[in-house]
Every structure is written in structure tokens, then in C-alpha cells.
């Protein structure tokens, strides 16, 4: 059987590929209605091992009112590699569903169910990357920047979300600093990866150990949590690591001018972000939210289409 598109990872999309969805979110974002059939009666599964607000709500939504239909199994309702196998729930969901997204602990879980789904299936966030809402990011840089190439610095983590902003960054010829400290670096590998594709395609990528180095003169400064879901027993040792990485006032004068502020969300607020920050004139974090919805609609489409 002939395998159907799928976007576990950034890299599972071409630039170009990008660059369509993209377009395809801006006209579904400007006339919602025009696409009220687009997925023509299709069933998808959502398999989430953890907690989800927006990734499951934005899926959800985006199915229903495109013509889809979903059917949401939460952490106990499967219990994927528990109560049966990867392999085995992916080969029956394979021939009830039309594709599946997957919120999992493990990022190899959703490597293994791919392998024997031969539909499309799509990373709704797993330990290493977090490709929708990289996505929705870079959609939502685009609309806010009045620069062709503008800077991003991410502060914080080295985690599934700067992975997937990383290797994006790369893909499209953009610029990211990113400072994180030199314990939670993300992955050399993925990294030496990013930085390959980076010199065919003029993408800048910077690493930092300060703060304050990474956001200078920045167009964009984006946070996530420090303690992600599932790392909570290091939570006292990554807060006094994190010393010096929060997104205050005194930090975004580092930046430009006109600096907007990201979060994916949820937000530790007086953590990695103060709440004057991402409640401020400057903070887009709500909107960047928004345009999850938009660009997993154009996601759905392009792979359901491909």
C-alpha cells in the first residue's frame, strides 16, 4: 500500500510544501466558510496521552466545521503499548479512520504507529518536536512583520518546540537565535541537521547562553515553560538553571524597538514570562494561539489532498 503524507516532523515538509500551506491558512483564515466541506465527510482519531487545550480544541474544531468528523481517545481510553500494541491499534484505527493526530510522551511512539498507518497521521506534540505549532508560529510572524527576514530569539528550554522552530527556521532561509543554558541545549544532532540545511537555503541560526545575547536587536522574543509536562520530578533543579531566562521588561530592552512577544502556551506566569510582559501592548501570544486553528485546517487539507 502506497504510504499518504504525513508531518511528524518539520522535515517531513518540503519549503515549498510550507509556502502552500501557508497560503492555503491565509485564505482559510479570510473566508472560513469557502472551506466548510473541504474534508468531504472524512473521520479522523485524536490519540492523546497528555492533557491538551488548544491542540485538541484547534483539531477538533478545524475537522468539524471543514466536514470532518472526530473521535477524541484520551490517556485512558487506549493506553497505547500498555493494554495493546503501537502496532496492532494503528492497523485497526487504520481501517475505520481517515488519518490520526497523536499527543504523546514519546516521540518514537508516534514513529511506530506511522509505520503501520498507512494514512495520514500528524505530530500533535511528542518529547522532540512540536511541528503545528512551529507552524502556526512562523504563520504568525509572517502576518506581523513588516521585515522580509525578520529575527527571532527564543529564550529558554532546549525542548520540542525550539526543535521544531530550529529546524523550520532552517527550511525556510529565516533567522532564530536562541539562548537556552548550556545543560538544556537541544540535541547536537538536530542541530548539525538544521545547520546542513540552513547552508543550501542562507538560514541564519545562532546559539547563545545569555538571554539578554540572543534577544539584541530582536524582531520576535518567544518563550515556552522551563518544566514541561512529564518533568516535573526536575522541576526545583531547571528553575534555579533558568536563572537570568525570564522575558521581563528589563529584557525586551535588549530587543528591537518594536519587539513583539511569543508563548505557545500554557504560560508559568513569573516564570520563564512575567504577567506584565504577556499581558502588554507588545505580547501577540493570543493571536499566535488563534492561527493554530488556520494553519491545521491548511495542515488537514494538504495531507488529505496529497
Known sequence: MKKAGHLISIND????????????????KRSPRSYRDALGGRM?????EKPSTRTWVSFEVGIQ?????????????????VRESVQ???????RYLDGMILRTFSHETIMSFERYFHKPVINGLSDFEHPCQALADFFTMREKSKHAKPLLAFVGDGNNVLNSLIL?????????????????????????????????TGAEIK??????????????????VWVSMGEEKQRNTKIKSFSGFQVNKNLLGYASKNALVMHCLPAHRGEEITNEVLEGKRSIVFDQA???????????IHLSSS
Not at 488563534?290 to 488537514?300: P, T, W, Y
Open 13 to 28: 515538509f518540503s519549503a515549498a510544501e510550507i509556502e502552500k500551506v501557508f497560503s492555503l491558512a491565509e485564505k482559510i
Open 44 to 48: 479522523f482519531g485524536l490519540i492523546f
Open 65 to 81: 466545521t471543514m466536514g470532518g468528523g472526530t473521535i477524541y481517545l484520551g490517556p485512558e481510553d487506549i493506553r497505547l503499548g
Open 88 to 94: 496492532d491499534v494503528a492497523r485497526v484505527l487504520e
Open 168 to 200: 523550520l527556521t532552517a527550511k525556510l532561509g529565516a533567522r532564530l537565535n536562541y539562548a537556552t543554558p548550556q545543560k538544556f541545549s537541544p540535541q547536537s544532532k538536530l542541530v548539525h541537521e538544521a545547520q546542513r540545511i540552513a547552508r543550501q
Open 207 to 224: 546559539a547563545f547562553h545569555e538571554a539578554k545575547e540572543a534577544v539584541r536587536n530582536a524582531d520576535f522574543i518567544y518563550t515556552d
Open 290 to 300: 488563534e492561527n493554530r486553528l488556520h494553519v491545521q485546517k491548511a495542515v488537514l
